[in-house]
């Protein structure tokens, strides 16, 4: 691996402790070094926009699905400033409840903090209506 892709999962890892962290100063600093300032993120659900945004949309997922844990799938691909990951995200005290799987496809800007996410879903949730967001 280079060093341009070595510090890139080293940003990778930010991301994903950002979603697995409830405690808001935690959050705040992974959001820090992960985010730029007007990260902007894509997926069914709408298009979010900064990292406040992001941080109060992972808190009221958590909120209504109870223990939740983002996790990688597979090791993240990443090249010229592109980076691909394979996620699930479980629900559970436990962590044992798949709860759906997907891809986020990231742009890191650089100095290598994440721009912009898209979302793709491999396996919605159960009852997932894609229709019913804009």
């Known amino acids: 691996m280079t060093e341009t892709t ?3 999962h080293e940003q990778l890892a930010q991301y994903v402790r ?3 962290t409830g405690v808001e100063r935690e959050q705040r600093a992974c959001a820090e070094a992960a985010f730029t300032d007007g990260v902007e ?3 069914q659900i709408g298009i979010l926009t900064g990292a406040q ?3 109060d949309f992972r808190d009221q997922f958590a909120a209504h699905m109870g223990t939740v844990t983002f ?3 597979e090791q993240p691909q990443v090249h010229h400033g592109r980076a691909r990951l394979r996620w699930e995200i479980l629900t559970g005290d436990d962590a044992d409840t ?3 799987t997907g891809t986020d496809v990231l742009h890191l800007d650089e100095d290598g903090r994440i721009s912009s ?3 793709f879903l491999d396996r919605a949730p ?3 209506d894609p229709e019913a967001h804009d």
């Open 6 to 8: 070595v510090d890139a």
């Open 18 to 20: 950002f979603w697995n």
């Open 41 to 43: 993120y894509r997926a």
């Open 53 to 55: 945004a992001l941080i």
């Open 71 to 73: 996790r990688l799938r």
């Open 98 to 100: 798949s709860f759906a």
């Open 117 to 119: 996410v898209s979302v």
């Open 126 to 128: 159960e009852g997932f």
